[in-house]
C-alpha cells in the first residue's frame, strides 16, 4: 500500500465531437448516491443546445462536476457506450494496471471518497465545482491490486450478509403492513371485538340518526354545524350487492345517511391571505393526519363564510382525498385546528352523530369500500364523485361496539407504529454499519495532497 495520487491511475479523456443537426444522439444521466450511470434519451442533434461535446466510452469513469459530492459518479456501462457527455461531466479511463474495476467502484462508494469529492469542491453552498487540479492531485493509500481483491472478496462477504438482514428488515414492514389490513378487515366484519347482546342494536342507532337528521331539517338552525336539508333519499343496499357478512345486530347503510358529504373549493387568488381561515390542499393530507403547517395557507374569513360557507370544516370532521392516485387520504381535522376550508381535490365527511368520526375514519382506512368504486378521470387520474362519496357501503355495528373498536384499533394502530419505527431504526443501523464496514475494508482515510 503506498501514497498514490489519484490523477496516476485516472487520465481525462477528451475525445471532441461537434453534434450534428440529423443525427440522433445518445446522453447520460448520472443519479447521486452512487446510483449508477445510465441513458438518459436519444435526441436529434438540431434540438441539443451544446454543439460541441463528448464522447463517453464504456468502462470509463464518469463524475460530475457539479454534483461530485452527492455521489453523481460511476462506471459508464455498456450501454452508454459512445453516448455523448458536456464539460459539466468528465470522463476518466483507468489505468487497470494499478486499479481493480471492481474494487474502484466499491471504493468511489465509501466515505473515503465522498470526502475526497467534498474536500476538492469548491464554490457557494449550493453551486460547488469539483476543481479537477486538486481531485487528481489528492493522494490516497492505494493497495496493490492483489490487495484490493482481497478487499473486494472481503466486502462482497459482508454485502451477502448485509443484503439478507436488509432483504429480512423489508420482509418485516412489509408484514406489519398486512397486519395492519388485517385487522382493519377484522375489525369491519366483526371479528375483532366480541358482541354484547345488551348493546342497542344498529338498527336503532339508523332511526335515532334519521330522526335527528329531519329534526335538523325541519328546524333549519343556521348554528348548527351540519347542513341538515332535504336530499334525494339513497337507495338500499341490496343482497347482491353485500360485500361480506357481519354481526346480526349490525346493519348495511350507505355513507350519506350516517354523515353530512360536501365537496371542496377553490377560490380566486385574491382570497388568499398571509394569516385568516386555515385553507387545507391535499399535500396537508400526511400520512393519514393532517399536516397544516407543511407548506401553510390561509384564506379571507368572508370566503371562508360567504363563497366557500358551504365547505367549511371543524374539528373532528374527517377529510378524504377524492382524486388520486394514490385515493385513500384520510385524515381527522384536530382539535388544534377548530375551524378552516379545504379545495375540490377532497370531501368532507361530518357524521351526524360526531363521536362515530373515529369509526368511520378506520372503516375507510379498511380501503376495500374505497378499492371497489369504479373510477374515472383523465389519463393516469382516479377520481372519486361526490354522489359515490354518499352512495359507499358502510358496516355499521352498534354504538357501543364501535367504541370498543375504535379503542381496540387504535391500541394495536399504536403497536404497529412502534413495530415499524423499531424496524427502520434497524435499516438505518444497518445501513449505518455496512458503511463502516465498507470503511474498515477499505483501511486508511485520505491523506491529501
Known amino acids: 500500500m503506498k501514497l498514490t495520487k489519484i490523477g496516476e491511475f485516472l487520465k481525462r479523456s477528451k475525445i471532441p465531437i461537434d453534434i450534428e443537426d440529423e443525427v440522433e444522439y445518445n446522453r447520460v444521466t448520472i443519479k447521486i448516491n452512487h446510483n449508477g450511470v445510465s441513458l438518459r434519451d436519444s435526441e436529434l442533434g438540431k434540438l441539443i443546445g451544446t454543439k460541441k461535446q463528448f464522447v463517453l466510452k464504456a468502462g470509463q469513469f464518469i463524475v460530475s462536476k457539479i454534483d461530485a459530492r452527492y455521489g453523481a459518479f460511476g462506471i459508464a456501462p455498456n450501454e452508454v457506450d459512445n453516448a455523448i457527455i458536456t464539460g459539466n461531466f468528465w470522463a476518466y479511463d483507468v489505468d487497470k494496471d494499478l486499479i481493480n474495476i471492481n474494487w474502484f467502484n466499491q471504493f468511489t462508494n465509501s466515505p473515503v ?63 406489519v403492513k398486512k397486519l395492519r389490513q388485517q385487522l382493519l378487515q377484522d375489525a369491519m366484519q366483526g371479528k375483532l371485538v366480541e358482541q354484547n347482546k345488551k348493546d342497542e342494536p344498529a338498527s336503532e342507532l339508523l332511526k335515532k340518526i334519521k330522526a335527528e337528521k329531519e329534526k335538523l331539517i325541519v328546524e333549519k338552525n343556521p348554528s348548527t354545524s351540519i347542513r341538515a336539508r332535504k336530499e334525494k333519499e339513497l337507495p338500499p343496499i341490496k343482497p347482491e350487492e353485500i360485500p361480506f357478512d357481519i354481526p346480526k345486530n349490525w346493519e348495511w347503510c350507505r355513507l350519506g345517511e350516517i354523515a353530512y358529504i360536501t365537496s371542496g373549493s377553490t377560490p380566486s387568488q385574491t382570497a388568499f391571505v398571509e394569516s385568516g381561515i386555515p385553507y387545507l390542499k391535499m399535500y396537508n393530507l400526511r400520512n393519514q393526519k393532517i399536516d397544516f403547517f407543511h407548506k401553510p395557507q390561509y384564506i379571507k374569513e368572508e370566503v371562508h363564510n360567504g363563497q366557500l360557507k358551504r365547505c367549511r370544516a371543524y374539528s373532528g370532521d374527517i377529510i378524504m382525498n377524492i382524486v388520486g392516485p394514490p385515493l385513500g387520504k384520510i385524515a381527522i381535522i384536530p382539535d388544534d385546528l377548530p375551524e378552516c376550508n379545504f379545495n375540490q381535490a377532497a370531501v368532507l365527511i361530518r357524521p351526524l352523530k360526531k363521536e362515530m368520526n373515529h369509526f368511520i375514519f378506520w372503516y375507510l382506512n379498511e380501503l376495500s369500500e374505497i378499492r371497489a368504486i369504479e373510477t374515472k378521470g383523465v389519463a393516469g387520474q382516479d377520481n372519486i364523485s361526490v354522489t359515490q362519496a354518499h352512495n359507499m357501503r358502510v358496516p355499521l355495528p352498534p354504538f357501543e361496539e364501535q367504541n370498543r373498536i375504535v379503542q381496540k384499533l387504535d391500541e394495536l394502530m399504536q403497536y404497529c407504529n412502534e413495530l415499524e419505527a ?28
Do not use: M, W
Open 113 to 175: 471518497f465522498y470526502e475526497v469529492c467534498e474536500r476538492a469542491s469548491s464554490g457557494i453552498t449550493h453551486r460547488k465545482y469539483l476543481d479537477e487540479k486538486f481531485f487528481l492531485n489528492y493522494q490516497i493509500l492505494l493497495p496493490s491490486v492483489d490487495e484490493q481483491l482481497i478487499q473486494i472478496e472481503k466486502i462482497d462477504s459482508q454485502k451477502v450478509t448485509f443484503g439478507v438482514l436488509s432483504s429480512e428488515l423489508t420482509h418485516q414492514l412489509t408484514l
Open 422 to 449: 423499531s424496524i427502520k431504526q434497524s435499516e438505518s443501523q444497518n445501513e449505518k454499519l455496512l458503511q463502516q464496514v465498507l470503511r474498515e475494508a477499505l483501511r486508511k482515510e485520505p491523506v491529501g495532497v
